[in-house]
């Protein structure tokens, strides 16, 4: 070895030394790991919220709306996350989650930006205008701005939506609600050395009064190094998928986090008479009653008062005497925004149809005449803002068909929209699940072969074609009635099954929502069980089956049973007997509120010798479960609805052997 060469070799390894220790010291500007830049721009808890920043619950769900009068109150400055140094990264995707109201033509609004203090200059921005989202970039040392814009996007249409921006070098992916990918192909690619020193974060806001975000904001979050989008999707809902929302956002204005800042709290109000469905999606959301004059606030599975002037229910009084076409077998009381209260009537005879009733007046007169095949029940239901009405028509008839109705706005009245395949069907029950609309419908018995195990089954509504579509069958024995309900993040359906074709002492069961299907989540013993309604009462979740009668092959038919209230239990999971309650033929209950107290109306409708039967209104008394309270004289009792107006509070009862449905009206002091 010549001199040359050792004098060289311990700068060979110095050399190499420090290539090593700089390879192995170098670390991103940031973790790369979710950064929720909402939590961040958030104060700590035990700070005061700044006054500028409101929680407002819109949708069921809730976001950050920013007060026009400061723009800088949602912000943080980037050395709050780029810790390691000053860049922002090259690769990156960005989360947002919110709601913005129509744009006008010229108006844009920032999301967020990223702004450099001393100049004022913007770095970096996030915008929706009317029909397109727009990522603005000012390359290092200054230069003309580059705009990456994805048109044809409309996100100002006051609906939630989640969309995910995903930048790699030239390459530029847009997904909106867990949909197909927009790309776009740049002709730089995005600067690699945008250095953010001095800068700060502005979320809602460009730093100014201008260009204000003007919505609410839900989830911002910045993925370095990686697309968000196999984090979120697929979900159950995708408008509002979740890859990091800030705690206050989630917790419930009924039971806020006290470790944190209380916000000023807005929520729609909704006014009406009947009470709006309280779930889930519903939590925090205010609705004022008309007729009890109260304001109550949904705490995701009962409404729950607020402020209210107390009725207490006094006695009954007879109010109308209502001749239909022919034997009632159902009502539906229901509204139609604009127009008013109207009932439709389920009437037995396919010649003379069935009867659509408005509430004029005070009283109900007839309104439309629908054409139908020995009806059995109505359900209405809605479907952005489209009101329908679909029959159960249960004429044994190869095939048998029962019909989707739809409100005609300009005609003032309802006309055909769909017809399904259906088997003496007896019930539909509508319903949506992480805002799909469903339809399941009671096939009761199959005329061909008198069959009484057979599928019912679950459509799904296609807004795409606007028809509704197979979705699931479920095998039923002789499907009476099916009902919908939630207990907090679960969705169920409960089916009345009345006869195998030997016995009516035949289980119902309970079903699950799991993975995008119905799955049995309990068995519970019936007889002849033909409804089931359920309620809340107090935070406990109740429902109570109708049973009809005691038939089989052997025994004489027995009328007089008990029909049965049941409870979910939190320690077994499942509903277990509360209360046994002596009816007769019980065909339908009807849960009912006046002020503070809870009712069910039973439908006896057959006692072995008469259908000339007191139909009985319960009162819920605690501990003593519901005691009886007031006597009906009815006839041929068959279904209950209770309903409230101007006027006052009222119940109406169907005859499925007479003319005559009544109208009491409930006097309350």
Request: proline share 5%.
């Amino acid at each position: 070895m010549t001199r040359s060469a050792v004098v060289m070799l311990p700068c060979v390894f110095l050399l190499l030394s420090c290539v090593l220790s700089s390879v192995h010291s170098w670390r991103p500007c940031t973790d790369l790991l979710p950064l929720d830049l909402l939590t961040r721009a958030l104060p700590r808890p035990g700070q005061a919220p700044p006054p500028q920043v409101q929680i407002v619950q819109s949708g069921g769900s809730r976001g950050l709306r920013l007060s026009a009068a400061m723009t800088t109150a949602l912000s943080f400055p980037a050395s709050q996350i780029f810790t390691h140094c000053d860049f922002f990264p090259a690769e990156f995707s960005l989360v947002v989650t919110f709601k913005s109201a129509r744009l006008g033509q010229k108006r844009n609004e920032y999301i967020f930006s990223v702004v450099d203090q001393s100049s004022d200059n913007l770095l970096l921005g996030l915008r929706v205008s009317e029909s397109r989202l727009l990522f603005l970039t000012t390359p290092p040392g200054g230069g003309q701005r580059r705009r990456l814009s994805f048109d044809d996007v409309a996100l100002d249409d006051n609906r939630w939506h989640t969309v995910v921006l995903a930048v790699t070098g030239a390459h530029a992916a847009l997904t909106v609600d867990c949909g197909l990918p927009v790309e776009l192909e740049q002709v730089q690619s995005f600067p690699s050395g945008l250095s953010t020193r001095g800068s700060r974060f502005f979320l809602g806001s460009r730093r100014r009064w201008r260009g204000r975000f003007s919505g609410l904001l839900r989830q911002l979050v910045l993925l370095p190094g990686s697309d968000a989008t196999p984090r979120l999707c697929p979900t159950s809902d995708p408008r509002l998928a979740e890859l990091s929302v800030p705690q206050v956002l989630k917790s419930s204005p009924l039971h806020p986090d006290h470790q944190g800042p209380v916000y000023p709290y807005e929520a729609e109000v909704r006014v009406t008479v009947e009470p709006p469905p309280c779930s889930g999606p519903e939590h925090g959301q205010l609705w004022f009653s008309v007729q009890q004059k109260g304001l109550f606030i949904c705490d995701g599975q009962t409404w729950r008062t607020l402020l209210q002037n107390k009725e207490r229910l006094d006695y009954i009084e007879d109010y109308q005497d209502l001749y239909t076409s022919s034997e009632t077998f159902d009502v539906e009381v229901f509204s139609v925004p604009s127009e008013g209260l109207f009932m439709a009537a389920a009437n037995r005879d396919s010649l003379s149809g069935s009867g659509l009733y408005k509430w004029t007046g005070g009283s109900f007169q007839l309104h439309q005449n629908i054409s139908t095949q020995e009806a059995r029940a109505w359900r209405h239901f809605t479907i952005d803002k489209k009101i329908f009405l679909v029959v159960a028509n249960s004429r044994e008839a190869e095939p048998e068909f029962s019909v989707i109705y739809r409100w005609s706005r300009r005609q003032r009245r309802f006309l055909r929209h769909q017809s399904l395949e259906t088997h003496g069907a007896l019930d539909w029950e509508a319903f949506q699940i992480h805002n799909h609309s469903f339809l399941v419908v009671a096939n009761h018995r199959r005329a061909r072969d008198s069959n009484h195990n057979i599928h019912s089954v679950v459509y799904r509504w296609n807004p795409h074609t606007q028809l509704f579509e197979v979705n699931q069958t479920l095998l039923t024995s002789g499907a009476y009635d099916w009902e919908f309900f939630v207990v907090g993040p679960y969705h169920f359906l409960v089916v009345a099954n009345t006869f195998d074709g030997r016995s009516t002492s035949v289980s119902s069961s309970v079903y699950v929502w799991v993975d995008g299907c119905f799955q049995t989540f309990q068995n519970i013993p019936t007889v002849g069980a033909t409804d089931w309604e359920t309620f809340v009462i107090d935070g406990r979740f109740f429902m109570v089956v109708a049973n009809s009668q005691r038939v089989s092959v052997s025994d004489a038919n027995v009328y007089s049973i008990n029909s049965t209230v049941y409870e979910l239990s939190s320690l077994t999971h499942s509903f277990i007997r509360f209360q046994d309650i002596l009816t007769h033929s019980a065909v339908d209950w009807e849960f009912f509120t006046i002020g503070d107290e809870k009712f069910l109306v039973v439908a006896n409708s057959y006692d072995g010798s008469s259908y000339s039967l007191n139909s009985v209104i319960y009162r819920w008394q605690g501990y003593e479960g519901f005691v009886p309270a007031h006597s009906l004289p009815t006839f041929g009792c068959r279904d209950w609805e209770h309903f409230s107006t101007d006027e006052g509070s009222f119940l109406i009862y169907s005859s499925a052997t007479t003319r005559l449905s009544k109208v009491f009206k409930l006097k309350t002091y």
